[in-house]
């Protein structure tokens, strides 16, 4: 059964590295440009884990997880952030938000990956 990943990020070139390294070890992809996308997205496409960027237009990263755990969809769903963001208030507001990981841009290819494996078994 192939996974399928929630990639959020306002740069279309990141969006599009972390999709070439995940569709290449076998997930399917769903991308979003920003946090009121992906809640859109998530609705239809039902992901087995999310990767988010913090900072974005329209709903940033901390806002899109709120909103994601209080749906029906969002509950269990492994999200790990994927930021420049360094700051551990940050980090602390998102693990309370219900993250699980935070990785910081730019990203190794090859953690990126092990990191999925392991949230998604």
Excluded: C, H
């Excluded at 693990?95 to 990126?112: C, E, H, S, T, Y």
Aim: proline fraction near 5%.
């Amino acid at each position: 059964m192939t996974r399928t990943v929630l990639v959020v990020d306002d740069s279309p070139s990141v969006r599009r590295m972390i999709s070439m390294t995940l569709k290449g070890a076998g997930y399917s992809v769903v991308e979003a440009e920003d946090g009121q996308m992906a809640l859109e997205r998530a609705s239809s496409a039902r992901p087995d884990a999310v990767i988010t960027d913090q900072n974005m237009p329209r709903l940033d990263g901390l806002g899109f997880v709120r909103a994601f755990r209080a749906r029906p969809e969002g509950r269990g769903v492994p999200v790990v952030f994927l930021s420049t963001e360094t700051d551990a208030a940050k980090k602390d507001q998102a693990r309370a938000a219900g993250a699980i990981g935070w990785m910081v841009k730019p990203f190794d290819q090859a953690k990126l990956l092990d990191v999925m494996r392991r949230v998604l078994g």
